[in-house]
């Protein structure tokens, strides 16, 4: 599968931002989709993850009550809708995407082998 991302952009603080990650090239629900970030210096960390049908959804930490993932398996489109953003949630964000067979959900990037090729999120406070 071939994942596009795309939507990041430059915004000030406590605005809102939405991600979209478009993937191709074989059935979209037959995988897990996570959203990793890398800030400058940083390591990359897991955002959040969706299972194939939606029904179980993981947050990291940091963006906990702030992000929402979603997913149309219609459309081959996972989304990443970001609220009350902070300069800290400053990184390039990558789409990710892993074959699955059940409601898994998988936080750690070791375990999706398909990746988007990033889309740079700056937020100025």
């Known amino acids: 599968v071939q994942l596009q991302a795309s939507g990041g952009g430059l915004v000030q603080a406590g605005e809102t931002l939405t991600l979209s990650c478009v993937a191709s090239?074989?059935?979209?629900?037959?995988?897990?989709m996570g959203w990793f970030r890398q800030g400058p210096g940083k390591e990359r960390e897991f955002v959040g993850g969706i299972s194939r049908n939606g029904g179980s959804i993981y947050y990291g930490d940091s963006v906990k009550g702030r992000f929402t993932i979603s997913r149309d398996n219609a459309k081959s489109t996972v989304y990443l809708q970001m609220n009350s953003l902070k300069s800290e949630d400053t990184a390039v964000y990558y789409c990710a995407a892993r074959s699955s067979t059940s409601q898994q959900v998988y936080t750690a990037q070791r375990h999706y082998n398909h990746w988007g090729q990033g889309t740079q999120v700056t937020v100025s406070s």
């Open positions: 090239g074989r059935a979209f629900s037959n995988y897990m």
